[in-house]
């Protein structure tokens, strides 16, 4: 089923295109708050997290600010070594904060030594990193960045972009200590764009009752109010609600570690034959995302015909993002995508390559 080997909009399962046909219902009805409560709790698994998870009508764009609008006041430290990172950072100094970007070359992973460096004795409330960087097929060592920080600056929250990972890669909220992580709907947990999916500590929450300007739209402590009554303070995207409660069915059916395990499996494949086609990885080997992989346009292959080629057989696939388009390109393996799916993308490209 799957064509589209892009970093989202991903394709989307019929039947939970179907879902979204279900007729409309007064938000605040019973029924509707019952579905609403139920596709939440069922996120908290996704995220290994006994704490809320917010669904708002927003993309991920949207919980990066605000993320940002409810647990800083004033300092933040925000890790970049990719194009989403960079636009967290972009966020939070429009929002008006004061922002420290700790910056990383695009190729090399965030160093948790050297975070905990900048943030001890700081003084940041929070700081920002992007755990699967789409840009560059990095996925960042959170866990470790998290630990390091949590030695040296206990009070500064861990706020976390998993838009392209979370449901595609391990990510435990609780265990690993971090106070928000977010994503979006249209990457690896594969529905149509429009919903953000955003899980929030305790601790955290208890931070942004103390943070001025908060908004209202993305205010979070107001949000919390509704959500322990199961509903939001503006009216929820319900189609993409009803299509996330079926969805989350399929994805616990076929079970979060199977589910992983696709998904790494498909990342070694890409691997392996860009291996076998002289092509190498952006991103370096221990660090390489296994959603969506980033390969170094060694052969100079002219992509755009590339995709013109593909598009004839109704696949696929993304060039470089930002500065390294043509100098990469992107092979994406995340929701419904199984291997047989890459096999049947790897055997077109290859009678490309041959022409
Ligand atoms: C796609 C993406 C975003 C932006 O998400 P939207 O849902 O388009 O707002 C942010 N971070 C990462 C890592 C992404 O892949």
């Not at 605000?66 to 990719?82: E, M, P, Q």
């Not at 948790?112 to 560059?136: D, M, Y």
């Amino acid at each position: 089923m799957p064509r589209m080997f892009v970093p989202g909009p991903v394709d989307v399962d019929d039947e939970v295109l179907q879902a979204q046909a279900q007729p409309m219902l007064p938000h605040r009805s019973k029924e509707f708050e019952e579905i609403f409560r139920r596709a939440s709790e069922k996120a908290q698994e996704l995220f290994f997290t006994r704490y809320r998870v917010f669904l708002t009508a927003s993309s991920g764009t949207g919980l990066q600010e605000a993320a940002v609008r409810n647990f800083v006041d004033r300092k933040v430290l925000s890790c970049a070594n990719g194009a989403f990172a960079d636009r967290w950072y972009e966020v939070a100094v429009s929002n008006g904060k004061e922002v420290e970007k700790l910056e990383f070359e695009w190729d090399q992973p965030v160093d948790p030594e050297r975070v905990a460096a900048a943030v001890k004795g700081g003084g940041f409330e929070a700081l920002t990193i992007v755990h699967n960087e789409t840009s560059t097929g990095m996925q960042n060592p959170v866990k470790e960045v998290a630990e390091a920080v949590h030695a040296v600056a206990p009070d500064t929250l861990i706020l976390v972009d998993a838009v392209s990972s979370l449901a595609g890669a391990r990510i435990e909220m609780d265990a690993w200590g971090l106070d928000m992580v977010l994503t979006s709907s249209q990457k690896a947990i594969a529905l149509p764009p429009g919903l953000g999916l955003g899980a929030v500590s305790d601790r955290a929450m208890g931070k942004a009752e103390t943070v001025e300007n908060r908004g209202w739209y993305f205010d979070l402590v107001r949000m919390e109010k509704h959500r322990l009554k199961d509903s939001s303070p503006a009216t929820p995207a319900m189609s993409l609600i009803f299509a996330l409660d079926h969805q989350l069915d399929r994805i616990l059916a076929e079970g979060l570690e199977n589910r992983f395990a696709r998904h790494s499996a498909m990342a070694r494949r890409v691997q392996e034959w860009a291996d076998a086609h002289d092509l190498s990885m952006y991103a370096p080997a221990g660090f390489r995302s296994q959603t969506v992989t980033t390969i170094k346009n060694e052969r100079g292959i002219d992509i755009s015909d590339l995709n013109a080629f593909l598009k004839q057989r109704g696949m696929r696939i993304a060039n470089g993002y930002g500065p390294l388009k043509n100098k990469t390109f992107r092979i994406a393996h995340m929701g419904e995508t199984e291997i047989d799916d890459l096999e049947e993308l790897f055997a077109a490209m290859e009678e490309y390559l041959k022409r």
